[in-house]
């Protein structure tokens, strides 16, 4: 009788690099991650930060402003971190940390102040002034100071989407961490 050779699937390693190389960046809960999906992650992260911003901008004359392009931007560190990154603070790029509650609390503030600065020149809470200039490749630019107000929930809005994912993500890693401890104590 002779031996058939093992024709199982790895399943638990087919998606996985194969070379170090290939490995994107560190995990923070050290398990591993599909290239696919960093990948995927890398490319619509900027665009979809872009789009947040287009939201942002337009948001006075159409639909979108600082909620709805906060939300977007909100979704880009949502991909981003599901790809793998870390719940201590969203890295953007891989250079600067973006602590939650202080972009929470910058937002806050911006919104607050941009409300209240037309009250200090007797006009109602909240009003608003169009202020328009020439550029000279761009044409002429129309700017609504409410777009500072939007400037301010926008921030608001992603520090509460990224002081959401740090608090899952550090549950979560946690218990990623606890598994693995649990793994290799009990073999």
């Not at 998606?15 to 809960?29: F, R, V, Y």
């Amino acid at each position: 009788m002779t031996a058939t050779p093992d024709t199982r699937v790895p399943w638990d390693r087919w998606d996985a690099p194969a070379e170090d190389w290939m490995l994107s960046g560190e995990c923070p809960a050290g398990t591993e991650r599909t290239l696919l999906l960093e990948l995927a992650a890398r490319i619509l992260f900027p665009t979809v930060l872009v789009f947040s911003l287009y939201l942002l901008l337009v948001g006075h004359y159409g639909p979108g402003g600082g909620f709805s392009g906060g939300l977007v931007a909100g979704l880009a560190f949502v991909l981003r971190h599901i790809a793998g990154g870390g719940s201590d603070g969203a890295q953007i790029g891989a250079r600067i940390k973006v602590r939650p509650p202080v972009l929470v609390g910058i937002g806050l503030a911006v919104a607050v102040v941009t409300a209240l600065v037309p009250a200090a020149f007797g006009a109602p809470v909240l009003a608003s002034v169009k202020v328009g200039f020439h550029l000279p490749l761009l044409g002429d630019i129309e700017i609504v100071s409410s777009l500072a107000l939007d400037i301010g929930v926008y921030l608001l809005i992603i520090g509460v989407v990224l002081d959401l994912l740090r608090s899952l993500g550090s549950g979560i890693e946690r218990d990623a961490r606890e598994a693995t401890s649990d793994q290799t104590g009990a073999a």
